[in-house]
Protein backbone atom coordinates (compact mmCIF):
# COMPACT_ATOMS: atom_id res chain seq x y z
CA UNK A 1 0.00 0.00 0.00
CA UNK A 2 2.57 2.74 1.02
CA UNK A 3 4.52 2.14 -2.45
CA UNK A 4 0.94 1.90 -4.20
CA UNK A 5 0.58 5.40 -2.56
CA UNK A 6 3.84 6.52 -3.31
CA UNK A 7 3.42 6.15 -7.34
CA UNK A 8 0.16 7.52 -7.05
CA UNK A 9 1.79 10.80 -5.30
CA UNK A 10 4.76 11.04 -8.16
CA UNK A 11 2.13 11.01 -10.68
CA UNK A 12 0.09 13.58 -9.09
CA UNK A 13 3.38 15.80 -9.19
CA UNK A 14 4.36 15.06 -12.44
CA UNK A 15 5.22 17.69 -14.87
CA UNK A 16 2.96 16.03 -16.71
CA UNK A 17 0.45 18.03 -14.62
CA UNK A 18 1.10 20.77 -16.57
CA UNK A 19 -0.74 19.43 -19.47
CA UNK A 20 -3.37 21.43 -17.90
CA UNK A 21 -2.44 24.58 -18.86
CA UNK A 22 -2.94 23.44 -22.60
CA UNK A 23 -6.78 24.00 -23.08
CA UNK A 24 -6.82 26.54 -20.55
CA UNK A 25 -4.68 28.40 -22.83
CA UNK A 26 -6.25 28.34 -25.73
CA UNK A 27 -9.26 29.11 -24.34
CA UNK A 28 -8.26 32.25 -22.11
CA UNK A 29 -6.92 32.75 -25.91
CA UNK A 30 -10.39 32.64 -27.69
CA UNK A 31 -12.69 34.06 -24.72
CA UNK A 32 -10.43 35.84 -22.91
CA UNK A 33 -8.15 37.79 -24.95
CA UNK A 34 -7.92 40.76 -23.00
CA UNK A 35 -6.22 39.39 -20.31
CA UNK A 36 -2.54 39.42 -21.88
CA UNK A 37 -0.11 38.87 -18.72
CA UNK A 38 -2.65 35.55 -17.19
CA UNK A 39 -2.16 34.26 -20.76
CA UNK A 40 1.45 34.66 -21.49
CA UNK A 41 2.27 32.74 -18.26
CA UNK A 42 -0.31 30.10 -18.62
CA UNK A 43 1.26 29.63 -22.11
CA UNK A 44 4.69 29.13 -20.36
CA UNK A 45 3.76 26.46 -17.97
CA UNK A 46 1.75 24.39 -21.04
CA UNK A 47 4.74 24.42 -23.47
CA UNK A 48 7.50 22.67 -20.32
CA UNK A 49 5.34 18.94 -20.28
CA UNK A 50 5.40 19.84 -24.24
CA UNK A 51 8.96 20.20 -24.31
CA UNK A 52 9.29 17.17 -22.55
CA UNK A 53 7.25 14.72 -24.07
CA UNK A 54 9.08 16.36 -27.71
CA UNK A 55 12.70 15.31 -25.83
CA UNK A 56 11.27 11.62 -24.93
CA UNK A 57 9.81 11.07 -28.78
CA UNK A 58 13.27 12.12 -30.07
CA UNK A 59 15.14 9.86 -27.73
CA UNK A 60 12.73 6.92 -29.04
CA UNK A 61 13.47 7.22 -32.37
CA UNK A 62 17.02 8.15 -31.65
CA UNK A 63 17.44 4.77 -29.75
CA UNK A 64 16.11 3.17 -32.83
CA UNK A 65 18.16 4.77 -35.24
CA UNK A 66 21.50 3.23 -34.33
CA UNK A 67 24.51 4.52 -32.49
CA UNK A 68 25.25 7.31 -34.93
CA UNK A 69 22.13 8.57 -36.38
CA UNK A 70 20.64 8.32 -33.26
CA UNK A 71 23.54 10.56 -32.00
CA UNK A 72 23.10 12.78 -34.48
CA UNK A 73 18.57 13.09 -33.96
CA UNK A 74 19.24 13.60 -30.10
CA UNK A 75 21.72 16.18 -30.74
CA UNK A 76 20.14 18.46 -33.95
CA UNK A 77 16.62 17.86 -31.98
CA UNK A 78 17.41 18.81 -28.42
CA UNK A 79 16.32 21.98 -28.40
CA UNK A 80 13.57 21.80 -30.88
CA UNK A 81 10.99 23.31 -28.19
CA UNK A 82 13.19 26.02 -28.05
CA UNK A 83 13.51 26.77 -32.07
CA UNK A 84 10.13 26.55 -32.22
CA UNK A 85 9.46 29.23 -30.37
CA UNK A 86 12.03 31.52 -31.55
CA UNK A 87 10.39 30.38 -35.27
CA UNK A 88 7.42 31.91 -34.15
CA UNK A 89 8.68 35.13 -32.40
CA UNK A 90 11.03 35.50 -35.59
CA UNK A 91 7.77 35.36 -38.19
CA UNK A 92 5.95 37.85 -35.75
CA UNK A 93 9.00 40.64 -36.25
CA UNK A 94 10.05 40.14 -32.22
CA UNK A 95 13.57 39.76 -33.07
CA UNK A 96 14.96 41.54 -29.78
CA UNK A 97 12.92 38.27 -28.02
CA UNK A 98 14.66 35.91 -30.37
CA UNK A 99 18.14 37.22 -29.71
CA UNK A 100 17.37 37.47 -26.08
CA UNK A 101 16.14 33.84 -25.48
CA UNK A 102 19.36 32.48 -27.45
CA UNK A 103 21.65 34.97 -25.11
CA UNK A 104 19.05 32.93 -22.02
CA UNK A 105 19.31 29.96 -23.12
CA UNK A 106 23.27 29.94 -23.24
CA UNK A 107 23.67 31.31 -19.95
CA UNK A 108 20.81 29.61 -18.20
CA UNK A 109 21.90 26.35 -19.00
CA UNK A 110 25.72 27.55 -17.55
CA UNK A 111 24.78 28.83 -14.64
CA UNK A 112 21.40 28.41 -13.62
CA UNK A 113 21.39 24.49 -14.68
CA UNK A 114 24.92 23.57 -13.94
CA UNK A 115 24.77 25.61 -10.92
CA UNK A 116 21.29 23.72 -9.91
CA UNK A 117 23.31 20.53 -10.76
CA UNK A 118 26.43 21.23 -8.50
CA UNK A 119 24.25 22.01 -5.64
CA UNK A 120 21.83 19.49 -5.22
CA UNK A 121 24.14 16.63 -6.55
CA UNK A 122 26.74 18.82 -3.77
CA UNK A 123 24.15 18.18 -0.67
CA UNK A 124 24.28 14.47 -0.86
CA UNK A 125 27.68 13.75 -2.22
CA UNK A 126 30.39 15.54 -0.74
CA UNK A 127 32.61 15.58 -3.72
CA UNK A 128 31.44 14.39 -7.16
CA UNK A 129 33.80 13.50 -9.91
CA UNK A 130 33.15 13.44 -13.52
CA UNK A 131 35.52 13.13 -16.86
CA UNK A 132 37.75 16.26 -17.32
CA UNK A 133 38.86 15.73 -20.87
CA UNK A 134 34.95 15.27 -21.72
CA UNK A 135 34.08 18.41 -20.02
CA UNK A 136 37.52 20.13 -21.04
CA UNK A 137 36.35 19.58 -24.79
CA UNK A 138 32.76 20.60 -24.70
CA UNK A 139 33.77 23.79 -22.48
CA UNK A 140 36.38 24.43 -25.07
CA UNK A 141 34.10 24.45 -27.82
CA UNK A 142 31.54 26.20 -26.32
CA UNK A 143 33.96 28.95 -25.66
CA UNK A 144 35.15 29.11 -29.34
CA UNK A 145 31.50 29.23 -30.28
CA UNK A 146 29.92 31.62 -28.56
CA UNK A 147 33.13 34.16 -29.21
CA UNK A 148 32.23 33.22 -33.15
CA UNK A 149 28.89 33.94 -32.19
CA UNK A 150 29.23 37.55 -30.75
CA UNK A 151 31.55 38.63 -33.19
CA UNK A 152 29.44 41.06 -35.17
CA UNK A 153 27.59 42.57 -31.89
CA UNK A 154 31.94 43.12 -30.91
CA UNK A 155 32.81 45.27 -34.18
CA UNK A 156 29.13 46.78 -33.89
CA UNK A 157 30.35 48.26 -30.36
CA UNK A 158 33.90 48.71 -31.46
CA UNK A 159 33.59 50.49 -35.07
CA UNK A 160 34.62 53.82 -35.60
CA UNK A 161 32.06 56.49 -35.45
CA UNK A 162 30.69 57.77 -38.60
CA UNK A 163 31.65 54.23 -40.88
CA UNK A 164 29.59 51.57 -41.67
CA UNK A 165 30.11 48.17 -41.72
CA UNK A 166 27.86 45.52 -43.42
CA UNK A 167 26.63 43.72 -40.03
CA UNK A 168 23.99 41.37 -42.38
CA UNK A 169 26.81 39.97 -44.09
CA UNK A 170 29.42 39.55 -41.20
CA UNK A 171 26.29 37.60 -39.20
CA UNK A 172 26.11 35.60 -42.30
CA UNK A 173 29.19 34.59 -42.64
CA UNK A 174 29.61 33.91 -39.05
CA UNK A 175 26.54 31.89 -38.86
CA UNK A 176 27.70 29.71 -42.19
CA UNK A 177 31.12 29.15 -40.37
CA UNK A 178 29.28 27.86 -37.08
CA UNK A 179 26.96 25.48 -39.03
CA UNK A 180 29.88 23.97 -40.41
CA UNK A 181 31.48 23.33 -36.91
CA UNK A 182 28.46 22.12 -35.99
CA UNK A 183 28.97 19.10 -38.16
CA UNK A 184 32.27 18.71 -37.67
CA UNK A 185 31.94 18.43 -33.64
CA UNK A 186 29.31 16.08 -34.50
CA UNK A 187 31.90 13.82 -36.01
CA UNK A 188 34.38 14.66 -33.54
CA UNK A 189 31.88 13.40 -30.51
CA UNK A 190 29.85 10.31 -32.47
CA UNK A 191 32.51 8.99 -34.39
CA UNK A 192 36.59 10.07 -33.96
CA UNK A 193 36.55 10.69 -30.22
CA UNK A 194 33.30 8.78 -29.73
CA UNK A 195 34.94 7.64 -26.33
CA UNK A 196 35.24 10.79 -24.47
CA UNK A 197 31.47 11.42 -24.67
CA UNK A 198 30.75 7.31 -24.35
CA UNK A 199 30.42 7.28 -20.26
CA UNK A 200 27.82 10.37 -20.33
CA UNK A 201 25.92 8.54 -23.42
CA UNK A 202 25.74 5.48 -21.33
CA UNK A 203 23.93 7.15 -18.12
CA UNK A 204 21.55 9.06 -20.50
CA UNK A 205 20.80 5.93 -22.31
CA UNK A 206 19.70 4.18 -18.74
CA UNK A 207 18.60 7.64 -17.73
CA UNK A 208 15.74 7.09 -20.42
CA UNK A 209 15.61 3.30 -19.78
CA UNK A 210 11.93 1.68 -19.31
CA UNK A 211 9.75 0.30 -21.96
CA UNK A 212 10.19 1.51 -25.30
CA UNK A 213 7.75 2.80 -27.53
CA UNK A 214 7.12 1.88 -31.03
CA UNK A 215 8.18 3.67 -33.76
CA UNK A 216 4.51 5.07 -34.57
CA UNK A 217 3.76 5.87 -31.30
CA UNK A 218 7.00 8.02 -31.10
CA UNK A 219 6.66 9.90 -34.24
CA UNK A 220 2.69 10.69 -33.28
CA UNK A 221 3.68 11.80 -30.03
CA UNK A 222 6.46 14.07 -31.84
CA UNK A 223 4.35 15.49 -34.17
CA UNK A 224 1.37 16.30 -32.09
CA UNK A 225 3.84 17.76 -29.59
CA UNK A 226 5.42 19.76 -32.01
CA UNK A 227 1.97 21.30 -33.45
CA UNK A 228 0.86 21.63 -29.66
CA UNK A 229 3.96 23.56 -28.66
CA UNK A 230 3.79 25.68 -32.27
CA UNK A 231 -0.10 26.51 -31.56
CA UNK A 232 1.42 27.97 -27.76
CA UNK A 233 4.29 29.63 -28.94
CA UNK A 234 1.71 32.00 -31.23
CA UNK A 235 -0.58 32.54 -28.09
CA UNK A 236 2.77 33.48 -26.09
CA UNK A 237 4.41 35.29 -28.83
CA UNK A 238 0.98 37.49 -29.60
CA UNK A 239 0.72 38.17 -25.69
CA UNK A 240 4.46 38.97 -24.83
CA UNK A 241 4.52 43.08 -25.45
CA UNK A 242 1.52 44.13 -23.36
CA UNK A 243 2.06 40.81 -20.48
CA UNK A 244 5.73 42.39 -20.30
CA UNK A 245 4.82 46.09 -19.98
CA UNK A 246 2.07 45.31 -17.61
CA UNK A 247 4.85 43.68 -15.31
CA UNK A 248 7.05 45.87 -15.78
CA UNK A 249 9.27 43.27 -17.26
CA UNK A 250 11.51 44.36 -20.69
CA UNK A 251 11.45 42.53 -23.90
CA UNK A 252 14.97 41.59 -23.26
CA UNK A 253 14.52 39.98 -20.11
CA UNK A 254 11.37 37.88 -20.75
CA UNK A 255 13.52 36.43 -23.41
CA UNK A 256 16.58 36.21 -21.31
CA UNK A 257 14.71 34.50 -18.16
CA UNK A 258 11.62 33.61 -19.32
CA UNK A 259 11.47 32.41 -22.52
CA UNK A 260 14.93 30.42 -22.45
CA UNK A 261 13.98 28.55 -19.17
CA UNK A 262 10.40 27.11 -20.68
CA UNK A 263 11.79 25.62 -23.88
CA UNK A 264 14.00 23.43 -22.03
CA UNK A 265 12.63 22.97 -18.54
CA UNK A 266 12.22 19.66 -18.85
CA UNK A 267 15.95 18.73 -19.79
CA UNK A 268 16.93 21.23 -17.00
CA UNK A 269 15.02 18.70 -14.83
CA UNK A 270 16.96 15.72 -16.10
CA UNK A 271 20.56 17.54 -15.77
CA UNK A 272 19.52 18.46 -11.80
CA UNK A 273 17.99 14.50 -11.42
CA UNK A 274 21.22 13.08 -12.58
CA UNK A 275 22.99 15.24 -10.14
CA UNK A 276 21.35 14.14 -7.46
CA UNK A 277 21.89 10.24 -8.52
CA UNK A 278 25.53 10.88 -8.98
CA UNK A 279 25.88 10.92 -12.77
CA UNK A 280 27.58 14.34 -13.22
CA UNK A 281 28.86 13.04 -16.83
CA UNK A 282 25.35 13.25 -18.00
CA UNK A 283 24.48 16.24 -15.77
CA UNK A 284 27.37 18.28 -17.44
CA UNK A 285 26.24 16.71 -20.86
CA UNK A 286 22.96 17.86 -20.78
CA UNK A 287 24.05 21.90 -19.74
CA UNK A 288 27.36 22.72 -21.81
CA UNK A 289 25.86 20.33 -24.83
CA UNK A 290 22.70 22.54 -24.79
CA UNK A 291 24.45 25.77 -24.56
CA UNK A 292 26.96 24.36 -27.41
CA UNK A 293 24.12 23.67 -29.75
CA UNK A 294 22.47 27.12 -29.51
CA UNK A 295 25.29 28.18 -30.00
CA UNK A 296 26.62 26.19 -32.93
CA UNK A 297 23.03 25.17 -34.85
CA UNK A 298 19.74 27.28 -33.43
CA UNK A 299 21.67 30.75 -33.72
CA UNK A 300 22.85 30.34 -37.25
CA UNK A 301 19.90 28.22 -38.42
CA UNK A 302 17.78 31.22 -37.14
CA UNK A 303 20.27 34.09 -39.36
CA UNK A 304 19.29 31.51 -42.50
CA UNK A 305 15.46 31.46 -41.67
CA UNK A 306 14.71 35.04 -40.96
CA UNK A 307 15.36 35.88 -44.91
CA UNK A 308 12.66 33.67 -45.52
CA UNK A 309 10.66 34.00 -42.62
CA UNK A 310 10.69 37.28 -40.67
CA UNK A 311 9.86 40.63 -41.76
CA UNK A 312 13.47 42.23 -41.77
CA UNK A 313 16.39 39.62 -41.46
CA UNK A 314 18.31 38.71 -38.16
CA UNK A 315 21.35 39.29 -37.59
CA UNK A 316 23.50 38.60 -34.56
CA UNK A 317 24.57 41.95 -32.93
CA UNK A 318 23.62 41.51 -29.31
CA UNK A 319 23.68 44.21 -26.41
CA UNK A 320 26.80 44.91 -24.39
CA UNK A 321 24.89 43.26 -21.84
CA UNK A 322 24.12 39.93 -23.73
CA UNK A 323 27.93 39.85 -24.84
CA UNK A 324 29.30 40.48 -21.62
CA UNK A 325 27.21 37.66 -19.80
CA UNK A 326 27.90 34.75 -22.85
CA UNK A 327 31.42 35.39 -22.76
CA UNK A 328 31.64 35.46 -18.82
CA UNK A 329 29.33 32.28 -18.38
CA UNK A 330 31.45 30.88 -20.89
CA UNK A 331 34.99 31.22 -19.89
CA UNK A 332 33.95 30.57 -16.48
CA UNK A 333 32.25 27.40 -17.37
CA UNK A 334 35.80 26.18 -19.04
CA UNK A 335 37.17 27.51 -15.82
CA UNK A 336 35.41 25.51 -13.30
CA UNK A 337 35.02 22.27 -15.51
CA UNK A 338 38.58 22.48 -15.90
CA UNK A 339 39.67 19.47 -12.98
CA UNK A 340 37.09 17.17 -12.65
CA UNK A 341 35.42 18.31 -9.34
CA UNK A 342 32.22 19.24 -7.52
CA UNK A 343 30.51 20.64 -4.84
CA UNK A 344 27.79 22.32 -3.70
CA UNK A 345 29.42 25.58 -2.96
CA UNK A 346 30.32 25.59 -6.54
CA UNK A 347 26.74 25.30 -7.60
CA UNK A 348 25.81 28.56 -5.19
CA UNK A 349 28.08 30.77 -6.79
CA UNK A 350 27.19 30.00 -10.22
CA UNK A 351 23.11 30.13 -9.32
CA UNK A 352 24.41 33.67 -7.67
CA UNK A 353 25.78 34.78 -10.79
CA UNK A 354 23.10 34.07 -13.24
CA UNK A 355 20.73 36.01 -10.28
CA UNK A 356 22.76 39.02 -10.71
CA UNK A 357 22.70 38.69 -14.18
CA UNK A 358 19.31 38.61 -14.79
CA UNK A 359 18.38 41.51 -11.88
CA UNK A 360 21.14 43.51 -14.37
CA UNK A 361 18.43 42.81 -17.54
CA UNK A 362 15.10 43.19 -15.84
CA UNK A 363 16.23 46.41 -15.36
CA UNK A 364 17.24 47.20 -18.72
CA UNK A 365 15.02 50.11 -20.17
CA UNK A 366 12.96 49.84 -23.21
CA UNK A 367 12.32 46.62 -25.39
Known amino acids: MPEKRKKILKSLFSINVLLLFVPLA ?30 HATEQIANRAGEGVGGFLNATFG ?9 VALRAGQIEIVKASLTGSIIGNLLLVLGASFLAGGLFH ?37 STINEAAISLWMAGLLIVVYFLSLLFSLKTHIHLF ?31 IAWLAEILVGSVEAAAHSVGMSKIFVGIIIVAIIGNAAEH ?6 ALKNRMNLSLSI ?19 S ?20 LIAATLTAHITNDGHSHWFTGVLLIALYV ?12
Open 79 to 87: NAAELIIAI
Open 356 to 367: ILGVGFYFVPGG
Open 126 to 162: KIQEYNPLSARAQAQMLLLSSVALIVPALFHIVHVRG
Open 269 to 274: STAVVA
Open 198 to 228: QTSREEEHHENGGKAWSLTLAVTILALATVF
Open 26 to 55: VYLEHFNPDRHTLIFFVACLGIIPLAGWMG
Open 287 to 305: AIGSSTQIALFVAPLLIFL
Open 307 to 326: YALAPQPMDLVFSGGEVFAI
